[in-house]
């Protein structure tokens, strides 16, 4: 598996639309220096997870030369030692339109023999996209009145918990936005926080939230951040987080953290995807 430092990305540069199959557009990048500076032993995780990638705009042609379009779903497990840069899976996808195919299990298993090999570890793909989230799976946070002051760095500090009580709650947000490190383009997402533990001030963690309002980092490193942070500051004994970005040029990921033994959450889209 080859690896590359962010800066050395094609990700806001001109790039030529590609007009044949072309695996080696995918670009990989190493996730162990960001979890190093969050102090994260990359040998002994402290959580478990996955990115769910959500593709809207899958095409290739039959081996007669019909289009056949499709949207999937992809699954990269938060173990493999590389995430996979947003534009470069954009541009790799895109390299399969004039690509023909016998049918769509062929293009199921070059989709995932290419992933896995760019992630250094098993993706998964599925001819679907989850439904639509028909409630809140918990309470807003966005309804407080609150005064914000800090926009970035993010800053755990901010993060308050009472160690007296002890509650079981799931807190909702939709005002994570970071920046990509690369091109400082916007990512917006909405943020679901399950846990167990003492329970966390509401006005504290929304503060948190927004500061990373002009933080630059990948959508997976900030997800790992948030993780951490309320690891560190609130330690709830059980803990789920999941970021559900806004899509961009035809891909949205959803990159969920939780500690071990947690249940996955269900597979939904918020009205925003």
């Known amino acids: 598996m080859t ?109 995932e023999a290419d992933l896995s090999g760019a992630a250094g570890a098993p ?40 160690p007296d009580t002890i509650v079981e709650e799931t807190l909702t947000s939709a005002l994570l936005k970071s920046n990509c490190p690369v091109t400082g383009q916007p990512d917006w997402a909405d943020v679901c926080i399950r846990y167990r533990g003492p329970r966390i001030d509401r006005a504290s963690l929304l503060r948190y939230l927004v500061s990373f309002r002009e933080h630059a980092g990948f959508h997976e490193q900030c997800v790992e951040q948030v993780f951490v942070d309320l690891m560190a500051r609130c330690a709830p004994q059980r803990l789920s987080v999941e970021a559900r970005y806004t899509r961009r040029g035809g891909l949205d990921i959803n990159p969920w953290r939780a500690t071990p033994g947690d249940t996955p959450p269900p597979p939904r889209r918020t009205l925003r995807q």
């Open 3 to 111: 690896t590359h430092a962010p800066t050395d990305s094609p990700l806001g540069r001109h790039t030529h639309y590609p007009d044949r199959y072309d695996p080696g557009l995918l670009y990989p990048v190493p996730r162990a220096p960001a979890r190093a500076a969050l102090g994260i032993d990359a040998a002994a995780l402290p959580f478990i997870g996955h990115d769910r990638w959500q593709a809207f705009e899958l095409s290739w042609l039959d081996l007669r030369g019909k289009p056949c379009v499709a949207c999937a779903t992809l699954w990269v497990p938060a173990t493999s030692p590389a995430l996979i840069e947003s534009k470069s899976l954009k541009l790799y996808l895109n390299s399969l339109n004039a690509h023909r195919f016998p049918d769509a299990e062929a293009v199921r298993a070059c989709i």
């Open 123 to 162: 993706v998964q793909l599925m001819f679907s996209l989850p439904p639509f989230e028909t409630a809140a799976p918990g309470e807003s946070i966005d309804v407080l009145d609150v005064t914000i002051t800090s926009y970035g760095p993010p800053d755990a500090s901010l993060l308050q918990a009472d």
